[in-house]
């Protein structure tokens, strides 16, 4: 045993097999097993938490980091920070916003040495399915990412390029035989073109008119299509962002025909309502919208029952230029919320108001984003053999998001000024310290997994 062992003791240990009071023991990063809090084995060092909660490190599979060649909107160092603050070991970095974008094995390893030295929490890296770069795909799975991402729709900056239907059929085959995920963006242009031709003249501070130049059809026609064509290529599909509750049942049909289908959605979808959401405030701008109350109502009785299988962050920040906030047309600013320090908060106010518990709050958010990222034999959970990655929770606690707890390069997000349930006051990467009450570990000391 290293000199070092560290035991983790907690009336509230949240396992696999549900909460229990434990000591949680680790030695040279991975835990090596649970004992009876009064049971603690001589030699280890004893960090004793109360009543407070002890949750696995939580797994954001959907970051947009931006590094390298946007570092200006966020980076590693301060992504990874912010991660950190709340509650997130491992993040599992999209392909594109970065220059140049994850589409080839060259990118991927001008992306790991942009992150050298630089992240406080553990990362891995999405390849992308671009244009025509078929090619690339399985030599990108052979060199380390986790999957892939691709836009069925332009995806908001020039670089990453959308597919057609035609260039998503010529690339399925080399995703099939790489057994990794296909994360999509489901939506498709069409009806987002015709709902768009239809708002001239229209009032583009009105959150409405955002609102109706996305309609749900654009989801739904995008996920049919995407289920047809699991059907024939038989990869594994991950449909990103779900905000359209139209299309739940058509999912649950697919998973009960057997089709490898996993949903997530986002906190920013379970937390807003377009009826609550000011004109104006382009703050709230993402894609797909923010929709109504009753989508919001059957989204989260979808990740209740296990229909939506986990929630990630979509993190996707930008300079403050970005989002016109002067200006407010929702037509001209970028669409992307970040919530990366604030996202477990914002998860857990809405559980602790349905009566949903700590262990669903695991599932969703470390857990099945551990599985889909292929790293659920280290990460995501309090089990023997698993890195120590673990946050301190005190789920009485209530915060006020200000600007100074976001810990991004920009703090801009539409949670400021918000009071939310749940605090995290430390975060542990493999048994040491990287964030506590405010404060973060001298040296990042996170690697890729």
Same mark, same amino acid.
């Given at each position: 045993?290293?000199?070092?062992?560290?035991?983790?003791v907690?009336?509230?240990?949240?396992?696999? =097999?549900?909460?229990?009071?434990?000591?949680?023991?680790?030695?040279?990063?991975r835990?090596?097993?649970?004992? =009876?809090?009064?049971?603690?084995?001589?030699?280890?060092?004893?960090?004793d938490?109360?009543?407070?909660?002890?949750?696995?490190?939580l797994?954001?599979?959907?970051?947009?980091?931006?590094?390298?060649?946007?570092?200006?909107?966020?980076?590693?160092?301060?992504?990874?920070?912010?991660?950190?603050?709340?509650?997130?070991?491992?993040?599992?970095?999209?392909?594109?916003?970065?220059?140049?974008?994850?589409?080839t094995?060259?990118a991927?390893?001008?992306?790991?040495?942009a992150?050298?030295e630089?992240c406080f929490?553990?990362?891995?890296?999405?390849?992308?399915?671009?244009?025509?770069?078929a090619?690339?795909?399985?030599?990108?799975?052979?060199?380390?990412?986790?999957?892939?991402?691709?836009?069925?729709?332009?995806?908001?900056?020039?670089?990453?390029?959308?597919?057609?239907?035609?260039?998503l059929?010529?690339?399925?085959?080399?995703?099939?035989?790489?057994?990794l995920?296909?994360?999509?963006?489901?939506?498709?242009?069409?009806?987002?073109?015709?709902?768009?031709?239809?708002?001239?003249?229209?009032?583009?501070?009105?959150?409405?008119?955002?609102?109706?130049?996305?309609?749900?059809?654009?989801?739904?026609?995008?996920?049919?299509m995407?289920?047809?064509?699991?059907?024939?290529?038989?990869?594994?599909?991950?449909?990103?962002?779900?905000?359209?509750?139209?299309a739940?049942?058509?999912?649950?049909?697919?998973?009960?025909?057997?089709?490898?289908?996993t949903?997530?959605?986002?906190?920013?979808?379970?937390?807003?309502?377009?009826?609550?959401?000011?004109?104006?405030?382009?703050?709230?701008?993402?894609?797909?919208?923010?929709?109504?109350?009753?989508?919001?109502?059957?989204?989260?009785?979808?990740?209740?029952?296990?229909?939506?299988?986990?929630?990630?962050?979509?993190?996707?920040?930008?300079?403050?230029?970005?989002?016109?906030?002067?200006e407010?047309?929702?037509?001209?600013?970028?669409?992307?919320?970040?919530?990366?320090?604030?996202?477990?908060p914002?998860?857990?106010?809405?559980?602790?108001a349905?009566?949903?518990?700590?262990?669903?709050?695991?599932?969703?958010?470390?857990?099945?984003?551990?599985?889909?990222?292929?790293?659920?034999?280290?990460?995501?959970?309090?089990?023997?053999?698993?890195d120590?990655?673990?946050?301190?929770?005190?789920?009485?606690a209530?915060?006020?998001?200000?600007?100074?707890?976001?810990?991004?390069r920009?703090?801009?997000?539409?949670?400021?000024?918000?009071?939310?349930?749940g605090?995290?006051?430390?975060?542990?990467?493999?048994?040491?310290?990287?964030?506590?009450?405010?404060?973060?570990?001298?040296?990042?000391f996170?690697?890729?997994?």
């Amino acid at each position: 045993m290293d000199s070092m062992a560290q035991a983790f003791v907690s009336t509230r240990v949240v396992t696999p =097999e549900g909460v229990r009071a434990a000591a949680v023991l680790e030695d040279e990063g991975r835990i090596r097993g649970l004992c =009876e809090p009064g049971e603690v084995p001589a030699g280890y060092t004893l960090h004793d938490f109360g009543d407070l909660a002890i949750l696995p490190g939580l797994v954001d599979s959907h970051v947009h980091i931006n590094e390298p060649g946007r570092t200006e909107w966020e980076g590693f160092w301060t992504a990874t920070r912010a991660a950190a603050a709340g509650g997130f070991t491992t993040l599992v970095d999209m392909p594109l916003n970065c220059l140049p974008e994850t589409t080839t094995v060259a990118a991927l390893e001008a992306k790991r040495q942009a992150a050298r030295e630089k992240c406080f929490v553990d990362w891995a890296a999405w390849g992308g399915v671009a244009g025509d770069n078929a090619e690339h795909i399985e030599p990108l799975a052979r060199a380390g990412v986790k999957g892939f991402k691709c836009f069925l729709i332009y995806p908001g900056c020039e670089g990453f390029e959308m597919v057609t239907r035609e260039q998503l059929e010529r690339a399925l085959p080399h995703v099939a035989r790489s057994g990794l995920p296909l994360l999509v963006h489901a939506e498709l242009p069409e009806p987002i073109e015709a709902a768009t031709g239809l708002l001239n003249g229209a009032d583009w501070r009105r959150y409405a008119t955002h609102l109706r130049s996305r309609p749900d059809e654009a989801e739904l026609s995008a996920i049919r299509m995407l289920l047809e064509l699991c059907r024939r290529y038989r990869f594994r599909l991950h449909i990103v962002h779900l905000v359209t509750a139209l299309a739940l049942n058509e999912l649950r049909a697919a998973r009960q025909e057997g089709l490898p289908v996993t949903v997530e959605t986002c906190p920013h979808y379970l937390h807003f309502a377009a009826e609550e959401i000011q004109d104006g405030s382009t703050l709230h701008k993402c894609a797909p919208p923010i929709r109504g109350r009753k989508n919001r109502e059957e989204l989260w009785d979808a990740l209740r029952e296990g229909a939506i299988d986990l929630v990630a962050t979509d993190h996707s920040p930008c300079p403050p230029e970005w989002k016109r906030l002067e200006e407010g047309r929702f037509d001209q600013a970028w669409g992307g919320i970040a919530s990366l320090s604030v996202a477990l908060p914002v998860m857990w106010t809405g559980m602790r108001a349905r009566d949903i518990s700590l262990n669903d709050l695991v599932r969703v958010m470390a857990e099945k984003p551990a599985e889909l990222a292929h790293l659920s034999s280290r990460k995501g959970k309090i089990a023997i053999g698993h890195d120590a990655d673990l946050v301190i929770f005190d789920p009485e606690a209530e915060i006020d998001v200000s600007r100074d707890v976001l810990h991004t390069r920009h703090p801009a997000s539409p949670y400021v000024g918000m009071r939310l349930r749940g605090r995290v006051p430390a975060t542990y990467l493999k048994g040491r310290m990287v964030f506590r009450d405010g404060a973060f570990a001298e040296k990042p000391f996170g690697a890729e997994v």
